[in-house]
Every structure is written in structure tokens, then in C-alpha cells.
């Protein structure tokens, strides 16, 4: 592992160097790196009773990193090309199992903590503008610096994470540099099409207007829950998601609301007839057919209160009917919460955010757990439901050159997997992130 980190940030070196010594090919291609090492532990705490798939009720300690290259490229008029090779290692607590709102958004359901390296994403832009109103673009991860029309239409198309472009929000989005639990990093009930490590292939469509964008992707997905390989029968498996983003403003103070709908179809598996053909233990595995689908929504709102004050809040809802295949065992989902910039106690280069959720799960999904079932992440033999509920709270400190940062934070989660019985769990954790 200290090779690891040696190398990347002997990468990153070169990188930099590369990058500052010609303007003009800036202009051209990019290229950007991030790393980033969380170490979380929690205590011990008590459990009437556990199963398979619960969070182990022992002292934990557990460490997990990635590595990313993001390379951009322009080729044409309008065309534009990224490229991002990855590397990720680690665990979460218990094998990633046991929470619904996990508190680690860097880790995956991989089944191995030994270091990979994989091609996250791998694809191509194509940009059609017209008017006269221009946004000038930043030099950023995934993002060429230059200008583009306000009125545009464009298509995205190749690898990339689905929630790149969807459900975005300046406060709540990147387990990186915000808060770290999974129910934060996107709305918790929108089981977004990806695969094991998070990435999807298809098709995104954006219609951008000066104050609202209008985006529709059509994608893959796994052939399992939690899977690595594609489901090649596409007219049986794919994912529709469909978003509108209106921007505003009050008292000259910015503002965002997006509203997300999403279907998915799979060969997944029904909780209520694995209830029903197996009473005492059920298993939806044994379910699985084509032609069922799952369909949500979610609503997702961010306000800026002042410069130094964000504020933000988020909704989400699927049927619940169909097992989980790609994010995580949450049917509905409401969180909110603050970031406060450190220019408010004279420390401008640190902040502090603070959230609240509450997740929970379907009738059908209840009745699936409670009878000893159990999905690709939680499962406790038994349930005694109650809402999951999880508090949030981390420090961010710039520690060299908006480069370098340093975040301790802490996790209070009550009824973990929804389980009364169960918990509560308290999470602390350290995160040091680089970026350049």
C-alpha cells in the first residue's frame, strides 16, 4: 500500500509539472488527479441477535483508497473526450455490509481489498450551441476550460458514473470533499444503474437554456444485483432516468432544484413472492425474471443563505417491490442539512457541514427481512423495523494550496439496517484528500 501511495503522488508530480509548462496545450487537453485514504473505526455496541449480512457488533477499523487520473481532450468543433483510469483498494466495516446508509461513500461492494486498476470512464462529449450568451468553463476534473452557450443541446455517450450528471448538488454530492455517507451522496432511494464499482455504459441527452437544462439518459445494467457484467439483452434490461434542473435566484442569493425520475428494468427478483413461496426463508434470487421494472423519483433542492451559508434538502422515493440491484437497500429517503465556510470564525480556507437523514424501506422489503431474508447488503436473520436514522457532521481544513485537505468526521446512525434491535453505531473517521 505505501508503494501505492508513493507512486500516485510521484504521478501527480509529473502531472503537475507537465500541466504548468504550456498554456496553449492546456487550452487543448487537460489532465487532473485525485487521491484520496479514508480510515474509519467505530466501537463495539450491542446487538439482540445478528445474521449474514449485519454490521459486526465488534471494534472495527477499516482504511480505503482511490486513485484517479481524469484526462480531457479536445477534438473537434464542439467534441470533447475524457478518460479516467482508476485505482481503488480498502474495505468498509464488515465487508460493506450491515448499514443501508453506509458511512463510507469510497467504498464498493468488491468482495476484495486488495488494490485494482480499472477504466472508470471513457467517453465522448459532442456539443451543439447557438445565441450569444456564453458560460466561461474552468480548467476542472472532467471539464476543459473554455466557453459554451448558454442555449445547447448536447450527447454524451461511452463509460461514466451516472450520478456525474444527475442529482448533483453543491453541498451533498462527493464523498471525497463532503460528507462521506451514501445516503448524501445522492438521493438514497434512486437505485441509479451502475456496476459493482459504480460506473455505467449509455447514452446521456441535455437540452441546456440560460436558467433550466432538461437531460435524459438511457443505460445498461448488470445481469445481477451488485454485478460486474452487463446485461447484453437490452430490450429486457436498461434504465431510464429523466431530470429537470430549474436555477433561481433570491435576494440575489443562488438556488437550484432538480427533479429526477428514473425506471429500471432487470431480471430481478420480487420480495413478496419469495415471501410467498418460501415463508421461512425466503430468498429473491430464486425470483428473478424479466419484465419487472423499478420506478422512483426524487427531488433535490440546494440554497445559498449567504455567501458563507448553504443549505440543502433532498427527497426520494422507489416502489420498493422489486430487490435492490445497483446502489443500496433504501426504498425512501429525506435528508438535510448545512455547510458552513470558515470565513465565518476567520478561517477562510476551512469548512464545516452537518446533515440529517432518514432512510426506509418498503412493506414487501420489511416482510423479505423480517421473515430471514436477505438482499446484497443488509439482512440481520430477523427485523424489528424502525427508520434508520443518521447524523453527520465533518471538519474540512485546507492544509497546502487548496490541494491538500484534511477532514475528521463523525457518524451517529440509529436502527442500522433499520433494525430497533440493533445499534446504535457511532463512526468516526479520517479523510486526507489530494487534487490538483
Known amino acids: 500500500m505505501k508503494k501505492i501511495v508513493l507512486l500516485a503522488f510521484a504521478t501527480m508530480a509529473i502531472c503537475k509539472g507537465y500541466a504548468q509548462t504550456d498554456s496553449l496545450i492546456k487550452k487543448r487537453f487537460n489532465l487532473h488527479f485525485q487521491q484520496t485514504v479514508i480510515t474509519q473505526t467505530k466501537p463495539g455496541f450491542s446487538a439482540k441477535y445478528s445474521g449474514d449480512n449485519s454490521l459486526s457488533t465488534v471494534h472495527e477499523t477499516a482504511t480505503s483508497l482511490t486513485t484517479t487520473l481524469f484526462g480531457g481532450a479536445r477534438l473537434w468543433k464542439g467534441a470533447e473526450a475524457y478518460f479516467n483510469p482508476e485505482m481503488s483498494g480498502g474495505k468498509g466495516f464488515s465487508q460493506t455490509l450491515g448499514l443501508a446508509g453506509f458511512t463510507n461513500g469510497e467504498t464498493f461492494r468488491v468482495g476484495s481489498p486488495e488494490p485494482a486498476i480499472y477504466i472508470a470512464r471513457a467517453y465522448l462529449v459532442q456539443t451543439f450551441g447557438w445565441g450569444s450568451e456564453v458560460d466561461t468553463l474552468a480548467d476542472d476534473q472532467n471539464q476543459l476550460a473554455g466557453y459554451r452557450k448558454k442555449r445547447y443541446f448536447s450527447i454524451t455517450a461511452g463509460k461514466f458514473g451516472l450520478n456525474d450528471f444527475f442529482d448533483n448538488n453543491a453541498f451533498s454530492h462527493d464523498a471525497r470533499s463532503q460528507f462521506m455517507n451514501w445516503s448524501l451522496m445522492a438521493n438514497g432511494a434512486w437505485d441509479y444503474p451502475a456496476n459493482t464499482r459504480g460506473y455505467v455504459f449509455g447514452a446521456i441527452f441535455e437540452l441546456g437554456q440560460p436558467d433550466w437544462s432538461l437531460r435524459l439518459a438511457t443505460t445498461m445494467v448488470t445481469n445481477s444485483a451488485n454485478g460486474a457484467i452487463w446485461d447484453a439483452k437490452i430490450g429486457k434490461a436498461h434504465a431510464f432516468t429523466l431530470e429537470y434542473e430549474k436555477r433561481y435566484a433570491i435576494s440575489d442569493q443562488k438556488g437550484t432544484i432538480r427533479v429526477l425520475g428514473f425506471n429500471n428494468s432487470a431480471k430481478m427478483g420480487s ?19 424479466y419484465g419487472r421494472d423499478k420506478y422512483g423519483f426524487g427531488l433535490n433542492i440546494e440554497q445559498n443563505v449567504n455567501s458563507n451559508l448553504g443549505v440543502f434538502a433532498k427527497i426520494s422515493y422507489n416502489d420498493g417491490k422489486t430487490e435492490t440491484w445497483a446502489f443500496t437497500e433504501i426504498d425512501r429517503s429525506l435528508s438535510f442539512g448545512a455547510v458552513l465556510n470558515g470565513r465565518s470564525w476567520n478561517q477562510k480556507d476551512a469548512e464545516i457541514g452537518l446533515a ?27 427485523l424489528n423495523y424502525a427508520p434508520e436514522m443518521i447524523t453527520e457532521v465533518y471538519y474540512k481544513v485546507n492544509v497546502y494550496q487548496h490541494k491538500f485537505f484534511l477532514s475528521p468526521d463523525y457518524q451517529f446512525v440509529l436502527h442500522p439496517a433499520y433494525n430497533k434491535d440493533r445499534g446504535p453505531v457511532n463512526a468516526f473517521a479520517l479523510r486526507a484528500h489530494v487534487e490538483f
Open 271 to 289: 420480495y413478496r413472492l419469495a415471501v410467498t413461496q418460501n415463508p421461512l426463508a425466503p430468498d429473491i434470487t430464486e425470483t428473478r425474471a
Open 356 to 382: 440529517f437523514v432518514g432512510n426506509g424501506i418498503s412493506k414487501d422489503h420489511r416482510d423479505y427481512l423480517a421473515d430471514g431474508g436477505y438482499g446484497f447488503i443488509i439482512g440481520d436473520g430477523k
